[in-house]
């Protein structure tokens, strides 16, 4: 008899991929992309369709997940590294202290980065990171060949082995080819294979936490054959452009490998959109992989499953790309819940409209858990929103996500709750209003529309609100100020 099955409390899943778009799910009717499994999880779970990541860049939005805190508390409210990770509160390390095995494999993207930050072990691979790669006032700990688990597996099995070999980018959003290697080598397949290899060495008399971190579908964008070859001859539709973005690039910022902004050419960009996509499915399919290995075990119904993203990508969305903006593409993310052993009396194939956000993740997997929430965490339990009994709120759930990324020139903040958003660029006023249910493409900017006024001014107090007292100086007397210089991360945070 499995001792961990007898547990009352169940294990849990966190399944996080990297840069992976809302809309990417073939349950939501997405027109190219094929995602059986998470389908799966969604039809006989519950689906949170207005998810956002406030800060929706790698770190920051890790940091939400890691504390359960807003970006003014954690403290990183644009993206920058190095800067150490002193949280002396965090979900491994609370559900480490009640008990639970806690092992993550993957990406964590924290500093140092052997941090453990309250796990018993870390699997790991964050992928390229430009600093530890750097040859030239880098300490020998910080290094990627002393940190990164998966490369120096993969040298293992191809000596001399590098994730430069295919002469990718690690931010190359427009750029892409197929993997050349053997797909068990992918760090796609690594991650669930070490995944598994937890399930054979975990302690069978504790329930288990599990972060399942993939590195993909962020770039670079290099599915194996196999996937690429399923979507490489598919017409996509165009990605919309609003009537306010960009229509021409007279800098020719297109070409550019890591752009963010600008008209790619066609055939490059059907090529990134494939590869893209294909990424997708194959994350899907590993996952399909892992919880059939996860039914052998027979944990398949005592685990509660969470699935999401630490931010989205644009993918040419108004000629943008990758992340950091307040659009959808950009902060908008798959969000699901699954419980195949109903320990949580969850609505099964359900969808909730409330706005949810990374932060919620700590509160809602601790109190699956039964383990008490720290008094510090910001961040709400999501579980009476997907209940089947549909037991009323013991307080009125949020109103509204305030959003932001420090972005130099485009440094932004935002305030929605999924049927509106109001986006206010901090350094140059610029003001957007979308009405996202008459216009869920954000095609048309309203910001201007007489008959909206009153709903806009509701908005832009709701950010004053927000902002009111940061160290920044973005309000005075009331109203929000321009030009105010951002930071990446707040001073509470930054090393003396």
């Avoid at 778009?21 to 006989?44: K, M, Q, W, Y």
């Avoid at 003014?72 to 979900?91: D, F, I, K, M």
């Avoid at 870390?122 to 940190?147: A, C, M, P």
């Avoid at 690690?170 to 080598?185: D, G, I, K, M, Q």
């Amino acid at each position: 008899m499995n001792p961990t099955s007898e547990s009352k409390r169940p294990n849990i899943l966190l399944i996080t991929v990297d840069q992976m778009r809302f809309d990417c799910l073939s349950i939501l009717g997405h027109p190219v992309v094929e995602t059986p499994n998470l389908d799966e999880l969604a039809r006989t779970g519950v689906r949170f369709d207005h998810a956002y990541s406030a800060t929706p860049t790698c770190v920051p939005a890790r940091a939400a997940i890691f504390t359960g805190l807003k970006q003014a508390s954690h403290g990183r409210v644009g993206y920058q590294e190095r800067v150490p990770w002193n949280y002396e509160t965090t979900l491994p390390g609370e559900l480490a202290k009640s008990g639970y095995h806690t092992q993550c494999v993957g990406k964590m993207h924290v500093y140092p980065a052997r941090s453990l930050l309250g796990f018993h072990n870390v699997v790991l691979h964050d992928g390229y990171l430009h600093y530890s790669r750097n040859k030239h006032n880098i300490s020998v700990q910080e290094h990627y060949d002393e940190t990164d688990d998966y490369l120096q597996w993969l040298r293992g099995q191809v000596p001399g082995a590098d994730l430069l070999d295919l002469g990718l980018d690690c931010n190359a959003s427009t750029v892409a080819r197929p993997w050349t290697l053997p797909e068990h080598l992918h760090p796609t397949n690594w991650t669930v294979s070490q995944s598994i290899d937890f399930l054979r060495r975990r302690d069978p008399s504790k329930p288990f936490f599990l972060w399942m971190s993939f590195v993909r579908p962020h770039s670079p964008l290099d599915p194996p054959q196999t996937y690429f070859d399923m979507y490489k001859d598919v017409d996509f539709p165009d990605p919309p452009v609003g009537e306010w973005a960009l229509k021409e690039d007279p800098e020719l910022n297109g070409l550019n490998p890591v752009t963010t902004r600008g008209i790619v050419p066609k055939r490059r960009m059907k090529m990134a959109m494939a590869a893209y996509y294909a990424l997708i499915t194959h994350i899907d399919h590993q996952i399909g992989r892992f919880l059939q290995v996860l039914s052998e075990y027979g944990e398949r119904e005592n685990t509660i499953i969470m699935f999401t993203s630490d931010h989205g990508e644009m993918l040419g969305d108004h000629h943008l790309f990758r992340k950091s903006l307040p659009y959808e593409g950009s902060a908008h993310i798959p969000f699901i819940v699954n419980d195949l052993g109903g320990h949580l009396d969850l609505a099964e194939g359900s969808v909730v409209s409330k706005v949810i956000e990374l932060r919620d993740i700590m509160p809602s997997l601790l109190d699956a858990a039964s383990t008490e929430i720290p008094g510090s965490i910001e961040g709400e339990s999501i579980w009476n929103l997907a209940r089947a009994s549909k037991e009323s709120l013991e307080k009125p759930w949020r109103e509204y996500l305030h959003g932001e990324h420090e972005q130099g020139i485009n440094s932004n903040h935002w305030v929605t709750n999924g049927e509106e958003k109001y986006i206010w660029y901090s350094q140059t006023g610029e003001e957007q209003f979308f009405d996202l249910v008459a216009d869920p493409s954000e095609l048309h900017n309203v910001i201007h529309h007489p008959e909206l006024q009153e709903r806009i001014q509701y908005w832009r107090s709701a950010l004053v609100h927000e902002l009111k007292g940061r160290e920044e100086g973005y309000v005075q007397d009331e109203s929000l100020v321009v030009g105010r210089k951002p930071v990446a991360v707040l001073s509470h945070m930054r090393p003396e």
